[in-house]
T-cell receptor
């Protein structure tokens, strides 16, 4: 069963606008969440994370929001830039899983000039 | 500062052939992982290691074996390749810090 789901395979936005990528999870034991960005022919790279004790974490143009009651998190990119075009993976971990991450399916973001 | 290096980058195998994918890291990380990426499936953990000489099964371990004889290397073996193992394979390493995952650039494997 897919414990971390990204229901939108793709998203297209205009440069300068906001990009919102969504992620849902089913395992209530997850307590740490991360977003990774992946360019073609490269490995994923860490973007931003959030602990379950917070509901928001911000790093420059990137903000992650966590709604624990809804088991939902989202990544906001403002303003979006063409260089943000990539596949974005949501990932989650629990105390019992230790350093192992469970990934979502990924969302292809395309930012059009 | 190479980070995580995967060898080879591309490979085509015939069904039933065997091969070994090599992952090498130069960051002195204790933890190492092998993931596979398939369309619509995201990244799924195959096997992982929490230190030299240790290995453990992940989410999709069947058909694969691993070894961690040296701290810096993590080998993924396919004893008898099947078309279902066509995928892009990523190795990663980390300390316990989850933010510190470093991925390699991947190995694209096609089994015909």
């Amino acid at each position: 069963d897919q414990q971390v789901k990204q229901n939108s395979p793709s998203l297209s936005v205009q440069e300068g606008r906001i990009s919102i990528l969504n992620c849902d999870y089913t395992n209530s034991m997850f307590d740490y969440f991360l977003w990774y960005k992946k360019y073609p022919a490269e490995g994923p790279t860490f973007l931003i994370s959030i602990s379950s004790i917070k509901d928001k974490n911000e790093d420059g143009r990137f903000t992650v929001f966590l709604n624990k009651s809804a088991k939902h998190l989202s990544l906001h990119i403002v303003p979006s830039q063409p260089g943000d075009s990539a596949v974005y993976f949501c990932a989650a971990s629990s105390e019992t899983s230790g350093s192992r991450l469970t990934f979502g399916e990924g969302t292809q973001l395309t930012v059009n000039p | 500062n190479a980070g995580v290096t995967q060898t080879p980058k591309f490979r085509v195998l015939k069904t039933g052939q065997s091969m070994t994918l090599l992952c090498a890291q130069d960051m002195n990380h204790e933890y190492m992982y092998w993931y596979r990426q398939d369309p619509g499936m995201g990244l799924r953990l195959i096997h992982y290691s929490v230190g030299e000489g240790t290995t453990a099964k992940g989410e999709v371990p069947d058909g694969y074996n691993v070894s961690r004889l040296k701290k810096q290397n993590f080998l993924l073996g396919l004893e008898s390749a099947a078309p279902s193992q066509t995928s892009v394979y990523f190795c990663a390493s980390s300390y316990m810090d989850l933010n510190g995952y470093t991925f390699g650039s991947g190995t694209r494997l096609t089994v015909v």
